[in-house]
C-alpha cells in the first residue's frame, strides 16, 4: 500500500514538473543505460583479479612454458590484461624492446575501450542540472506572468501551482545528477584501476621475461 502510495506520488511530481521534466527524464534513462552497458564491461567483461592472474601467468613462465601462459590468456577472453600480457608472451623470444612494444601497443587499444562513454556521464550530469534549472526559472515565469493577469482570489493558487512546477523540476534535475556523478566516480575509478594493473603486471610480465632469457643464457653458457 505505501509503495503504491509513493508510485502515485512520484507521477503526481512528474507530471506536475511541466515539460521540462521530460528532457530530464531521457537525460536520466540514458544515464542509466550507460552506467549498465559501462558497470557489465569493466566489471565483468575487462576485469580479472589481476594478483591471481599473474600469479599463475608467473608459474608458466618459471617453469619455461610459454604456450602454457599463452594459452591461460587465451582463456581469459576478452579481459583486459590477459590481452596485454599475451600480447607480450607472443613475443617472449625477441628482445626486451620488441616485448615493451608489444605490451605497450596493445595497452593503448585497451584504453579507449576502459575509457569509453564516461565522459558522457559527466556531461549528463551537467545537463541535467541546468535543465532542472530550466524548469525552476519557467515554473517561475509562468506563475508571476499568470498572477499579473490573475484575479486576487487566484493569485495564491496559481503562485502555488508554479512554484511546485519549479521546485519539482529542480528536484528531478539535481536527483537525475546526484546518481549520474556517483556512478561516474565510480565506473572512472574502476577503469584507473584496470589500467594501472595493466601498467603494473606488464612491467611484472618483463621482468619476468628478462630473467627468463638471463637464465636460459646462463644454461647456454654452462
Known sequence: MEQTSFINSMIAAFQTGGAWMIPIA???AVSVALTIERAYRLYIQYNVDGASFMFEVQKY???NDIDGAIRLC???GNKALAKVI???LQRASRDENQIQNAIDATSLEMIPKLERRLPYLALIANIATLLGLL???SGLIKSFAAIAQADPAQRQAILSAGISEAMNATAFG????IFTMIAHSILSNQA???LEEIDEFGVKL???LSARKYRQGAQKAE
Not at 539535481?174 to 545528477?177: D, G, H, K, V
Request: proline share 0%.
Open 174 to 177: 539535481l536527483i537525475t545528477a
Open 74 to 76: 587465451n582463456g581469459g
Open 61 to 63: 613462465i618459471l617453469a
Open 192 to 194: 584507473s584501476r584496470l
Open 26 to 28: 531521457i537525460s536520466l
Open 135 to 137: 524548469g525552476t526559472i
Open 206 to 208: 618483463l621482468d619476468l
Open 86 to 88: 599475451k600480447a607480450g
